[in-house]
Each structure stands twice: as structure tokens, then as C-alpha cells.
């Protein structure tokens, strides 16, 4: 029972000695990536991608505006695995002189 209790603490010991490092924060000397505007971008940018060829960037810049990113899937640019493998690196801003497809499909201004 004592030698159980005493490798059981050991390892707990080790493992806490441990854990530290591997929750350390990422090295903040990587600055992040920067984020792909997929609503002004080029189709050379947007290539830059992983899992996005010529023929995907074309798509993406034929589609827009976009008002969010995930119109890619909800508008069927894009298959849901390469808008998974992407979406952390891309954004969709929004340009104030230019209405949304909704609004500019209706006629609207």
C-alpha cells in the first residue's frame, strides 16, 4: 500500500513538474498571421490559402460581397472541409460604399 501511494504521488509530482511547460503560452515572438479580407483580396492572395487553387479564388471574388465569411459554404463557393481548414484566416469585412447582395439584388441603393 505505501510503495502504491508513493509511486502514485511521485508521478503525480512529475506530471505537475511537467504540465506547465506544456500549457505554456504560444512564443509570443510569432506575430499571428495575418487575416485574408475575402472581400477585397485578390485571387493571388486568396491562393495563399491552404486548399484554395486558382479556379477557389476566382469563385471566392465572383461571389462577392460577402457579409459574413461563412457565406463561403452557405453560398456554395466553397465545400464545408476547405472553409473548416480556412476560416481562421480569413475575414470578411464590410465596405460602407457598397450595399450588400441582398439589398443591391432588390434594387435598393
Do not use: C
Not at 459554404?73 to 476547405?82: C, F, I, S, W, Y
Amino acid at each position: 500500500m505505501f510503495v502504491r501511494r508513493h509511486l502514485l504521488l511521485s508521478a503525480a509530482a512529475v506530471l505537475a513538474l511537467a504540465a506547465p511547460a506544456a500549457w505554456a503560452a504560444p512564443d509570443k515572438a510569432d506575430p499571428p498571421a495575418k487575416l485574408v479580407d475575402i472581400n477585397s483580396a485578390s485571387v493571388q492572395q486568396l491562393s495563399t490559402l491552404p486548399g484554395i487553387g486558382k479556379a477557389d479564388a476566382e469563385r471566392i471574388v465572383a461571389g462577392r460581397p460577402y457579409l459574413t465569411k461563412a457565406d463561403l459554404v452557405t453560398a456554395k463557393v466553397l465545400p464545408a472541409g476547405v472553409y473548416l481548414s480556412i476560416k481562421n484566416r480569413i475575414i470578411a469585412k464590410q465596405d460602407p460604399k457598397r450595399p450588400p447582395k441582398a439589398a443591391a439584388s432588390k434594387g435598393q441603393p
